[in-house]
């Protein structure tokens, strides 16, 4: 037996900083502590502790006018939790699942699922889409 892929970063908490830092940056230009404690429902001292844990892993470094920044390695990772994010969340929403639902699973699974599992999922998706029949089939099953 081989063994599996390695994860791309280290634990599921420092994805989800990754992943909202990300996401801060990209809509509001700069990620604070304030935000990133208020969409994680965490308290502003952990988010401090946190970042403060990342900076010594090289994934976020401070800088004086713009706050948190990614570095190039904090950057790649939460590049790849948002695209396993964005691929779990186009394939389940092929099955009617409620939105609620599909955010739990994903936000779980997004810290587990493999690149060749995501790879899987992603071409089973585009089947899926390119014929609806099959899908109508599956829809109409549980
Ligand atoms: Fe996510």
């Known amino acids: 037996m081989t063994a599996p ?9 420092m994805d989800d900083y990754l992943e909202q830092i990300l996401h801060l940056i990209e809509s ?3 990620a ?9 429902s965490i308290s502003q001292a952990s988010v401090t502790n946190m970042l403060r844990r990342l900076d010594a892993e090289g994934l976020v470094k401070h800088e004086k006018y713009r706050g948190t920044v990614l570095t190039e390695d904090g950057h790649r990772i939460a ?5 396993r994010h964005e691929t779990l969340t186009r394939f ?3 099955f009617g699942i409620d939105e609620e639902t599909i955010y739990r699973d994903v936000e779980g ?6 690149r060749p599992t995501l790879d899987v999922i992603r071409a ?3 089947e899926l889409e390119a ?12």
């Open 5 to 13: 892929p390695r994860r791309t970063s280290g634990s599921t908490a």
């Open 28 to 30: 509001k230009g700069y």
């Open 32 to 40: 604070r502590a304030v935000d990133i404690s208020r969409n994680l």
């Open 79 to 83: 590049r790849a939790i948002i695209d």
């Open 92 to 94: 389940l929403r092929l």
């Open 109 to 114: 699974m997004e810290h587990h699922v493999s």
């Open 124 to 126: 089973v998706a585009d």
């Open 131 to 142: 014929n609806p029949a099959l899908l109508e089939k599956i829809r109409n099953k549980p």
